[in-house]
């Protein structure tokens, strides 16, 4: 089966090319058989006598009947720009066919336009493609699984009936909180509490970053910012996330450049959202950064972003709970005890700690032993 299909795209491709060939012999031969040539005064003094009825520009020749004779006759073509303007307005019937270099050169405008619209297109669907921002309907996580931030619970909790319940509490006065900013290190579980609040409120989350707004071409960030919101406002209650907003919310400036304007015109899409929905709307935002001083004031004012909160390193308590979850699995020596280890990892952030212990439990198996020993855990916390 395999011969017979290789056979036959020979056959084809063999076809074609005869097809080809006698295509272009044709349109070489077909005026050159039994069709008097004249020279180009002659046809000039057959026009001034209005004896050419029709008259056919084909390439390097002209092919022309006359109303005397009916016979056709052939030319030399002078490529004149005024010729074929002048035998029209003698009311002769004037055709032009094209040549075989125009027609490639159509082709290879179509393919070119083709490519470039494509090109366009396929840049659309991928930068600002309606799944760009994912829904999430179930975080799979809850409060549970956030070890701390006792504090940041309780003052959830209140948020989370609200956002359940927005016309209850309208009739109340209260509305909820537009836009809640969440500071603190990398690694402290800003991006796991905001998918705790979406697991505990049994409502949509929509995760994004400050690198899903950038684009290599101008505009596409302020039309994602659009498309962010619109598909909230769509999917309300809802909660949508930004990690990294220092990323995209930095304090304009106004100096001109390409970045710069990019990031103001990104700025002011966010502006003219938060302030676009209702806080009855039942669309939260919250959003995390490193340094509140980094961003927008007009963007972090009240109405905007109503909350401020901090996500501290994990307290005393908050480190027995991380060291005992990320030691499950793994065993530890005597002294590598969890109040050791609790007075050790003072100042560490949640990934820290997790990545030391995991870092450690390694080196135990690169010794080959089953416990975790202090010296594993120096090691990893020099490298880490």
Known sequence: MKKIKIRFSVIFVVLAFFGVAAYFAYDFFKYRIDIEKVSYADFWKAVEYNDVSTVKFDGDKIHFTTNLTGMPFITDNPHSPILEEELMKRGIEVTVVKDGAEIFSLILDVIFYVFFFGVIIFAFRKFISPNTFKVVHKTGVKFDDVVGMEKLKRDMVQVMEIMKNPAEFAKKGIRMPKGILLEGEPG?????????????????????????????????????????????????????????????????????????????????????????????????????????????????????????????????????????????????????????????????????????????????????????????????????
């Open 188 to 384: 402290n579980g800003k991006t796991l509490f905001a998918k705790a609040l979406a697991g505990e409120a049994r409502i949509n989350f929509i995760p994004a970053k400050a690198t899903d707004f950038e684009s290599m071409f101008m505009a596409i960030g302020p039309m994602k910012v659009k498309l962010l919101f619109r598909k909230a406002r769509r999917r309300a209650p809802c909660i949508v996330f930004i990690d990294e907003f220092d990323g995209i919310g930095t304090i304009r400036n106004y100096s001109g450049s390409a970045l710069e304007t990019e990031n103001t015109r990104i700025v002011t899409a966010l502006l003219n959202e938060l302030d676009g929905f209702e806080a009855s709307n039942g669309v939260l935002v919250i959003a995390a950064t490193n340094s509140i001083k980094a961003l927008d004031p007009a963007l972090i004012r009240p109405g905007r972003f109503d909350s401020k909160l901090t996500v501290p390193y994990p307290d005393e308590a908050a480190r027995a709970k991380l060291i005992e979850m990320y030691s499950r699995g793994k065993k530890r020596s005597s002294d590598c005890s969890t109040e050791a280890l609790v007075r050790l990892f003072n100042g560490y952030s949640c990934a820290k700690i997790e990545s030391i212990l995991n870092g450690a439990a390694l080196c135990a198996r690169q010794n080959n032993r089953e416990e975790i020993i202090m010296d594993d855990i120096k090691e990893a916390v020099s490298e880490c």
